[in-house]
């Protein structure tokens, strides 16, 4: 107990990240059985756990934190519900409308509209706004359809960096890529 606290004052000084990824691992099998029991799904489990590792890194640094299980238990149940909640808000889209926009789209260039070709130079002008390491892990993983184990072994990325940069990545691309469409 007095190791994490510590850990904890350490790392609310320093910000570093190893010192965190010490804090964090030993509770990692149990925040990823806590997601899989809200989810019933390994891979949203698996993204559950980064997830939530990438939110300890800004709130340890504001929260004080004396009791760091139950902090962080109560957090990823948090996390999980939310997601949930979020997921049961989307809407459904009928599917003859679904298929009528997707023609529409393939087959008239309306004016406004992107054509393929353009979506494709922009993805590929946002890709370059990426920090480094978003950059090489997405074209690993999307472009050359590399594995996580891949790219970990390719950039030489610990394999929660490489899903963390990849999951930032694809959403500071859609950010970008969207951010362009509606200067358009």
């Known amino acids: 107990m007095l190791d994490e606290k510590h850990l904890l004052t350490e790392y609310r000084k320093t910000g570093d990240l190893q010192l965190l990824g010490k804090l964090y691992e030993p509770y990692m099998p149990l925040i990823y059985g806590l997601c899989f029991k809200y989810y019933k799904d390994e891979t949203k489990s698996e993204d559950a756990v980064m997830q939530i590792f990438e939110s300890l890194i800004s709130k340890l640094r504001v929260h004080e934190v004396s009791n760091f299980k139950s902090w962080l238990y109560t957090l990823a149940r948090n996390h999980c519900l939310m997601e949930l909640r979020r997921a049961n808000r989307v809407a459904t889209v009928d599917i003859e409308e679904h298929v009528m926009e997707s023609d529409v789209f393939l087959h008239q260039q309306n ?74």
């Open 111 to 184: 004016e406004g509209e992107q054509i393929p070709e353009e979506r494709l130079m922009l993805m590929e002008s946002c890709l370059e706004t990426l920090s480094e390491e978003q950059q090489r892990c997405i074209t690993l993983f999307y472009l050359e359809q590399k594995c996580y184990k891949d790219v970990a072994e390719l950039t030489g990325y610990d394999l929660g960096q490489v899903k963390s940069y990849i999951q930032n990545g694809k959403r500071n691309l859609k950010i970008c890529m969207e951010k362009s469409r509606n200067e358009q």
